[in-house]
């Protein structure tokens, strides 16, 4: 069975600091894909990065950046120049290629700080 | 471009009732998958639904069905309510070419079991 932990249930950091959530995965499968979803008070689920399993690279959005290690199926989320816009839930959720079910973790509530 | 939609937003129902719900996916998918998130939880991964057939299903009873429709629009239903199934009930919409690994996600509807 695939499984997604979220170690911190909560964190919280000053506006234009940066932040990194950790994320830690299960799976004995080798072609998957690895996400983050922001989820705001308006509960919408928002992609905010995303990385495939095959590649070494780690993905980068805007002030969204990934640390990838596969070995160690450890998917974190770093947030640079945090804005009062990144308020949200964090939720971490990876995909098997072709099975098409998102398995998610519980989530981290970030706070971001005036 | 309209993204993925849902109705009603909220619902409150009382035990034993039936539910349906319903999503429109964004347009040119033709992949509705449905998710369960309880308060302070993940989402969980109900069913998902290709060419107006059930493709696959998570760890829900029977009491949970749905429908997909020619226009690739989807319901889901949910008979004798329990207390338990007050939760955000989220759809999500991909291309079934893309393997599952871009799904966007409805606004959700709130359902309310009293």
């Known amino acids: 069975a695939q499984t997604v932990t979220q170690s911190q249930p909560e964190m919280s950091v000053q506006e234009a600091e940066t932040v990194t959530l950790s994320c830690t995965y299960d799976?004995?499968?080798?072609?998957?894909?690895l996400f983050w979803y922001k989820q705001p008070p308006s509960r919408q689920m928002i992609l905010v990065i995303r990385?495939?399993?095959?590649?070494?690279q780690n993905a980068t959005e805007n002030r969204f950046s990934v640390n990838f290690q596969k070995a160690a199926k450890s998917f974190s989320l770093k947030i640079s120049d945090s804005q009062l816009g990144d308020t949200a839930m964090y939720f971490c959720?990876?995909?098997?290629?072709?099975?098409?079910?998102?398995?998610f973790g519980t989530g981290t509530r970030l706070t971001i700080i005036p | 471009d309209a993204g993925v939609t849902q109705s009603p937003t909220h619902l409150i129902k009382t035990r034993g009732q039936q539910v349906t719900l319903r999503c429109s996916p964004k347009?040119?998918?033709?992949?509705v998958s449905w998710y369960q998130q309880a308060l302070g939880q993940g989402p969980q991964f109900i069913f998902q639904y290709y060419e107006e057939e059930e493709r696959q299903r998570g760890n829900f009873p029977d009491r949970f069905s749905g429908h997909q429709f020619p226009n690739y629009s989807s319901e889901l239903n949910v008979n004798a309510l329990l207390l338990g199934d007050s939760a955000l009930y989220l759809c999500?919409?991909?291309?079934?070419?893309?393997?599952?690994?871009?799904?966007?996600f409805g606004p959700g509807t709130r359902l309310t079991v009293l």
């Open positions: 347009s040119g998918h033709d992949t």
């Open positions: 990385q495939e399993a095959y590649k070494q």
């Open positions: 959720a990876f995909i098997v290629f072709g099975n098409e079910k998102l398995t």
């Open positions: 999500a919409s991909s291309l079934a070419v893309t393997g599952g690994n871009e799904q966007f």
């Open positions: 799976t004995s499968e080798n072609n998957y894909y």
